[in-house]
T-cell receptor
Framework: GDSVTQMEGPVTLSEEAFLTINCTYT??????LFWYVQYPGEGLQLLLK?????DKGSNKGFEATYRKETTSFHLEKGSVQVSDSAVYFC???????????FGSGTRLSIRP | EAQVTQNPRYLITVTGKKLTVTCSQN?????MSWYRQDPGLGLRQIYY???????DKGDVPEGYKVSRKEKRNFPLILESPSPNQTSLYFC????????????FGQGTRLTVV
């Protein structure tokens, strides 16, 4: 069945450092791929998405590219801020929209 | 404002005492789901609904019930809660069609003692 694997956390970085959170998926066909972010005490919110191979999703300085050949959707940001501290989830879904499959989440902490 | 509203945010209850967590969305979305979030396991789907009166099991449905009598509401029912249902619960809605990203409620932290 479909699955998502993302790097284990926690990840701790200094402010202005470069961020990469790895995500790979297993699925047949062409699912849509997402990154969701969960700030402390809140629900998940969509950070960015990509719906087909080679698409790049971007938002708030974060980027991720849908790589069909490596089945990956790594999250990157060039210069992180303290306000980026949160838990990040990689996810995939199919066109039926009945189910979203999540990775286990990566907790990111940014030091001032 | 488009939103998914869950209540209550926090709940402590005793084993065996029936409880209901409510979920409501104001976006006229077709799909609604319940997830539980546990450390190291990410989010796992409990139940989902594709429309009014249409529900189906997700990955971890044991011990839970749902209903979808109105499009906007999707309550989660625990008939006889047990300590292993202590978790953080999220309701989500999806528009459907080509739009598959989900909108989430703020979560309900449930403790069963």
């Amino acid at each position: 069945g479909d699955s998502v694997t993302q790097m284990e956390g926690p990840v701790t970085l200094s402010e202005e450092a470069f961020l990469t959170i790895n995500c790979t998926y297993t699925a047949t066909g062409y699912p849509s791929l997402f990154w969701y972010v969960q700030y402390p005490g809140e629900g998940l919110q969509l950070l960015l998405k990509a719906t087909k191979a080679d698409d790049k999703g971007s938002n708030k300085g974060f980027e991720a590219t849908y790589r069909k050949e490596t089945t990956s959707f790594h999250l990157e940001k060039g210069s992180v801020q303290v306000s980026d501290s949160a838990v990040y989830f990689c996810a995939l879904s199919r066109s039926s929209a009945s189910k979203i499959i999540f990775g286990s989440g990566t907790r990111l902490s940014i030091r001032p | 404002e488009a939103q998914v509203t869950q209540n209550p945010r926090y709940l402590i209850t005793v084993t065996g005492k029936k409880l209901t967590v409510t979920c409501s969305q104001n976006m006229n979305h077709e799909y609604m789901s319940w997830y539980r979030q546990d450390p190291g396991l990410g989010l796992r789907q409990i139940y989902y609904s594709m429309n009014v009166e249409v529900t189906d099991k997700g990955d971890v449905p044991e011990g839970y019930k749902v209903s979808r009598k109105e499009k906007r509401n999707f309550p989660l029912i625990l008939e006889s809660p047990s300590p292993n249902q202590t978790s953080l619960y999220f309701c989500a809605s999806v528009a459907g069609g080509k739009v598959t990203e989900a909108f989430f409620g703020q979560g309900t932290r449930l403790t069963v003692v």
